[in-house]
Every structure is written in structure tokens, then in C-alpha cells.
């Protein structure tokens, strides 16, 4: 296909150059979103008079013809071509003949290329915030399932103090709920057309740039036709929500990584999501979730990469912006296939308990309700620390757990001490006090999980209104 610039250059252009310049390999990615797109313009330029309408028709049915070849899979995009957009009206001219050449009216590559991209970001939007959605079911689940586990909570991966189990998977959860928040907070930034900004100055055409936005149903455009072809913000936004679900998805799968070993043994990975060794038998590694810890780094790659090439960029459009778009794919990729491992490796975890209990009763998880216990008592709670920090001491030297000391024992640190006190530092009691709002007693977690599961369905509900917008008529 003859090129869209040729007209000004006597040379073709060198051909390891031209593949060096060529973005089809990846931005082929857009098809479906600049054939949207192009049937949107096109509509417009025939009910403006641009073009007669009968045109505007033939073009719109010819990209509905691509569209569906593409579909099944039967377009082939030529490097010759350059990008998505130049392939899509080559074939388009193969439909309906040189009237195709009448759709780049009142139209840039670079108005083009944003109103795909956009329409790109807000489809996935919605899929990325489905998959969130299904995660957090998993997780939901998972802790309704396991309401009366108990686990060492940690603070510097030393046992700090007894928490149930549901009460950490809801912390999960509660990641995954701002995570669908920040997509949906992105929408707005996000639904803006940028399609009539042209190369960079408008048109002199009388394009009517809110009927495409109606027709894509976005919900507003662009006012400064400079920023609309240079804005890449809401990609960045984009890419800073990715990174930050697989920074959440990366701490849980560490989570799952520790808990998985022989050292802990508090869940077992289903076979399905876990490998083998190739030498040692014996072996059961979580290697999805080392994945996703892994996958994570490449997402803040694509963040950091995007942030390089806007920093320095002048007003409009500029080449580098081409590299704005793979690292985009690729975070979008490696997010929902995250989420999706994440969600199924929570829903198939074997928890146990009696492990998770055993670990929660020794480490002295119980010494803060000891010291709560005095200070209670009327002993001011830095005396308290104090008193209890001697006890541990004292049970450190002679190898045994708070509960094992006699009342005696407890005595000759404080004769504050009473028989309650075994009472006040069990583990079902020391769960089960701390009742404020967010705390780990089970009415406390049984609040969150109303809390979550409420926010869950709007953000199912704030899905399926969206998802009707981002499918192409």
C-alpha cells in the first residue's frame, strides 16, 4: 500500500529502517478499537455532509466487513504498512474501493492512535476490575470457610500477636477493593474522546466532535486539541493502578510462598497450581505465586518505562510516543492472568489449622494481653511492659509458654496476678477481645466481611453498567 506521507519523499525508505519504525507487531493489538473507532467518524463525516451519506455508509459497512474477517482471524497485517491504522484501510479499500480513502477525513494518525488507546484502557478497565472482583470472592470465601482458624499474626516476620485467619485474608481483600476503586476512579480520565483534535491544530472541517463521543459514548472531549494528542495521563494512571494490584497480588503470593514451606506448613498448594523438581521428588513448589512475584517487576517496568518517555517530550506528537503502547499490553496481560492465578490458588488452598494454632500458641502472642491484663489492674501500662517483658525473659531461660507458668510463678513478678489471668491470655480470648471496628474478634470480622462483600457488589454492579459501554455496536 502506497504510504499516507509518500507524497513529499522521491525515496522509499531504507528497509531495516522501516522495520525499526513499524509498530504493527504490537499495536495490531488495536484493531478491534480503531475499527470502533473509524465506524464512529465515518458515521459523523455523512450526517455533517463531509461526505454524502451514501459514502458514509459504504465505508461504514465495509469496516463491519474487516471487523468480522478480523474476527475469524483472517486478516494478516504487513509490515509494509506500518501500524494498525494504515492495514485496517488497506483492507477497507479492498472491500468498498478508493471511497475508503474519504474515512481519514477531518483525521490524524494522531488523534487516531489516542482514540484507540483510550478505547483500549477503557475496556480493560472493566476486565481488569472483573477479575478484582472474582479475586476478592475467592478470598471472601476462603475466610467465611475458615472462620474459627487462628494464625500467629506478624510484625517484622516474628510472631507478634494471635489474629484469625479470616482476618488476614480480609486485609487482601480490602487491598483488592481500593485496587477496583482506583479503575473506576480512572474511568472518568479515561472516557474523554480525543478523536477531531487531528494532527495537532483541529480541522477545518465542521466535524461535530460530541456526536462521536456519543457514538462511542464517551462521556466527554478533549478542549485543547494539543493535549488531546499528547496526553498520555491516563495511561500512566493506568499502569500506576497495575503496579500497585500486583504489588498487593505479589504480598499475598509471598504470603502463600512462606506459609506453603515444611517450616510453617499452614496451607498446601492444590496440585494443579503447583510443580515438581526434576531431580528431588520430594518436591511441591509454589511456583505460580513466585511467578506473580516475579511478573510484578515487569509491570513497574512498564510504569517507569512510560514515565521516561514522556518526561521530556515537547508539545504534540512525538515518535517516542510509540513505545508508549507495549508495555501497556504486556502490564494488561500479566494483571489479569495474576489475578486469575491468585484467585484460584485461594479458592483451592488446604488450610490447616492445627498448624496455624500451634504456631499462634507458642512465641508468646499472648504477652500484650498480659500486659493489658495489669494495666487493667491499675499497674500504668509502661510498668506493665515491664513486668511482662521479665516474665517472657524468665520463660525464654527455662523453655516453656506464658499459659505453662504456675500462679505462683506469675506472682512473684506482680501479685497482681489472679487465677483469671489463664483466662485472659488464651488464644480464643485474646482472638476474640478485640472486638473494636477493624479489630481480629470474630463479631469485628464477621462486620468486615458484611463491609466487603457490600463494596464487592458495587463494584459488580459498577461493572455491568460499564461493560455495556466498552463493547463495540
Given at each position: 500500500?502506497?504510504?499516507?506521507?509518500?507524497?513529499?519523499?522521491?525515496?522509499?525508505?531504507?528497509?531495516?529502517?522501516?522495520?525499526?519504525?513499524?509498530?504493527?507487531?504490537?499495536?495490531?493489538?488495536?484493531?478491534?478499537?480503531?475499527?470502533?473507532?473509524?465506524?464512529?467518524?465515518?458515521?459523523?463525516?455523512?450526517?455533517?455532509?463531509?461526505?454524502?451519506?451514501?459514502?458514509?455508509?459504504?465505508?461504514?459497512?465495509?469496516?463491519?466487513?474487516?471487523?468480522?474477517?478480523?474476527?475469524?482471524?483472517?486478516?494478516?497485517?504487513?509490515?509494509?504498512?506500518?501500524?494498525?491504522?494504515?492495514?485496517?484501510?488497506?483492507?477497507?479499500?479492498?472491500?468498498?474501493?478508493?471511497?475508503?480513502?474519504?474515512?481519514?477525513?477531518?483525521?490524524?494518525?494522531?488523534?487516531?492512535?489516542?482514540?484507540?488507546?483510550?478505547?483500549?484502557?477503557?475496556?480493560?478497565?472493566?476486565?481488569?476490575?472483573?477479575?478484582?472482583?472474582?479475586?476478592?470472592?475467592?478470598l471472601i470465601q476462603k475466610a467465611k470457610d475458615n472462620m474459627d482458624a487462628i494464625l500467629p499474626g506478624y510484625t517484622h516476620l516474628q510472631r507478634a500477636q494471635p489474629v484469625l485467619f479470616s482476618h488476614h485474608l480480609l486485609a487482601y481483600a480490602a487491598m483488592l477493593d481500593r485496587d477496583g476503586g482506583r479503575l473506576m476512579d480512572l474511568w472518568k480520565r479515561v472516557n474523554i474522546l480525543p478523536l477531531g483534535a487531528g494532527a495537532l491544530a483541529g480541522t477545518t472541517f465542521p466535524i461535530d466532535r460530541e456526536r462521536v463521543a456519543s457514538l462511542l459514548r464517551f462521556d466527554g472531549v478533549y478542549e485543547n486539541s494539543m493535549d488531546a494528542v499528547s496526553d498520555r495521563d491516563f495511561a500512566l494512571e493506568y499502569l500506576n493502578c497495575c503496579a500497585t494490584i500486583m504489588m498487593h497480588l505479589s504480598r499475598l503470593c509471598e504470603e502463600i510462598i512462606i506459609w506453603s514451606t515444611g517450616e510453617f506448613s499452614f496451607v498446601e498448594l492444590h496440585d494443579s497450581l503447583s510443580t515438581g523438581s526434576s531431580i528431588m521428588p520430594q518436591k511441591k513448589n509454589a511456583d505460580f505465586a513466585e511467578l506473580i512475584r516475579g511478573k510484578t517487576g515487569r509491570v513497574y517496568g512498564a510504569l517507569t518505562t512510560l514515565y521516561t518517555v514522556m518526561k521530556g517530550l515537547p508539545l504534540t506528537y512525538n515518535k517516542d510516543m510509540q513505545e508508549d503502547k507495549e508495555g501497556v499490553f504486556d502490564a494488561t496481560e500479566t494483571v489479569y492472568g495474576s489475578l486469575k492465578i491468585a484467585a484460584a490458588m485461594v479458592k483451592t488452598l488446604t488450610v490447616n489449622k492445627d498448624a496455624m494454632r500451634a504456631h499462634a500458641e507458642r512465641g508468646f502472642t499472648n504477652a500484650t494481653d498480659a500486659a493489658d491484663y495489669l494495666a487493667k489492674k491499675g499497674l500504668p501500662f509502661r510498668e506493665a511492659h515491664e513486668v511482662v517483658g521479665k516474665l517472657v525473659k524468665h520463660c525464654v531461660v527455662n523453655r516453656c509458654d506464658l499459659g505453662a507458668l504456675s500462679l505462683e510463678a506469675f506472682r512473684s513478678f506482680s501479685p497482681l496476678f489472679e487465677q483469671d489471668i489463664y483466662e485472659a491470655i488464651s488464644l480464643e480470648t485474646v482472638v476474640n477481645r478485640r472486638t473494636t471496628r477493624g479489630g481480629t474478634g470474630t463479631s469485628a470480622v464477621e462486620a468486615q466481611l458484611a463491609i466487603v462483600e457490600l463494596r464487592q457488589r458495587e463494584l459488580g454492579e459498577w461493572i455491568t453498567r460499564h461493560r455495556s459501554i466498552v463493547v463495540a455496536e
Amino acid at each position: 500500500m502506497k504510504k499516507l506521507w509518500g507524497g513529499r519523499f522521491s525515496d522509499s525508505a531504507d528497509a531495516f529502517a522501516e522495520a525499526f519504525g513499524a509498530s504493527i507487531s504490537f499495536d495490531q493489538t488495536f484493531a478491534p478499537y480503531d475499527i470502533q473507532g473509524s465506524i464512529a467518524h465515518a458515521t459523523m463525516l455523512g450526517e455533517t455532509g463531509i461526505i454524502s451519506l451514501e459514502e458514509s455508509k459504504q465505508i461504514v459497512e465495509g469496516l463491519k466487513k474487516v471487523r468480522s474477517r478480523w474476527e475469524r482471524g483472517e486478516l494478516e497485517f504487513r509490515l509494509s504498512d506500518e501500524d494498525i491504522h494504515m492495514n485496517i484501510e488497506r483492507y477497507l479499500t479492498e472491500e468498498i474501493g478508493p471511497v475508503a480513502g474519504k474515512l481519514h477525513t477531518a483525521r490524524s494518525r494522531n488523534d487516531q492512535v489516542a482514540t484507540d488507546f483510550h478505547l483500549y484502557i477503557r475496556a480493560h478497565i472493566v476486565s481488569l476490575a472483573t477479575a478484582i472482583e472474582e479475586a476478592q470472592q475467592a478470598l471472601i470465601q476462603k475466610a467465611k470457610d475458615n472462620m474459627d482458624a487462628i494464625l500467629p499474626g506478624y510484625t517484622h516476620l516474628q510472631r507478634a500477636q494471635p489474629v484469625l485467619f479470616s482476618h488476614h485474608l480480609l486485609a487482601y481483600a480490602a487491598m483488592l477493593d481500593r485496587d477496583g476503586g482506583r479503575l473506576m476512579d480512572l474511568w472518568k480520565r479515561v472516557n474523554i474522546l480525543p478523536l477531531g483534535a487531528g494532527a495537532l491544530a483541529g480541522t477545518t472541517f465542521p466535524i461535530d466532535r460530541e456526536r462521536v463521543a456519543s457514538l462511542l459514548r464517551f462521556d466527554g472531549v478533549y478542549e485543547n486539541s494539543m493535549d488531546a494528542v499528547s496526553d498520555r495521563d491516563f495511561a500512566l494512571e493506568y499502569l500506576n493502578c497495575c503496579a500497585t494490584i500486583m504489588m498487593h497480588l505479589s504480598r499475598l503470593c509471598e504470603e502463600i510462598i512462606i506459609w506453603s514451606t515444611g517450616e510453617f506448613s499452614f496451607v498446601e498448594l492444590h496440585d494443579s497450581l503447583s510443580t515438581g523438581s526434576s531431580i528431588m521428588p520430594q518436591k511441591k513448589n509454589a511456583d505460580f505465586a513466585e511467578l506473580i512475584r516475579g511478573k510484578t517487576g515487569r509491570v513497574y517496568g512498564a510504569l517507569t518505562t512510560l514515565y521516561t518517555v514522556m518526561k521530556g517530550l515537547p508539545l504534540t506528537y512525538n515518535k517516542d510516543m510509540q513505545e508508549d503502547k507495549e508495555g501497556v499490553f504486556d502490564a494488561t496481560e500479566t494483571v489479569y492472568g495474576s489475578l486469575k492465578i491468585a484467585a484460584a490458588m485461594v479458592k483451592t488452598l488446604t488450610v490447616n489449622k492445627d498448624a496455624m494454632r500451634a504456631h499462634a500458641e507458642r512465641g508468646f502472642t499472648n504477652a500484650t494481653d498480659a500486659a493489658d491484663y495489669l494495666a487493667k489492674k491499675g499497674l500504668p501500662f509502661r510498668e506493665a511492659h515491664e513486668v511482662v517483658g521479665k516474665l517472657v525473659k524468665h520463660c525464654v531461660v527455662n523453655r516453656c509458654d506464658l499459659g505453662a507458668l504456675s500462679l505462683e510463678a506469675f506472682r512473684s513478678f506482680s501479685p497482681l496476678f489472679e487465677q483469671d489471668i489463664y483466662e485472659a491470655i488464651s488464644l480464643e480470648t485474646v482472638v476474640n477481645r478485640r472486638t473494636t471496628r477493624g479489630g481480629t474478634g470474630t463479631s469485628a470480622v464477621e462486620a468486615q466481611l458484611a463491609i466487603v462483600e457490600l463494596r464487592q457488589r458495587e463494584l459488580g454492579e459498577w461493572i455491568t453498567r460499564h461493560r455495556s459501554i466498552v463493547v463495540a455496536e
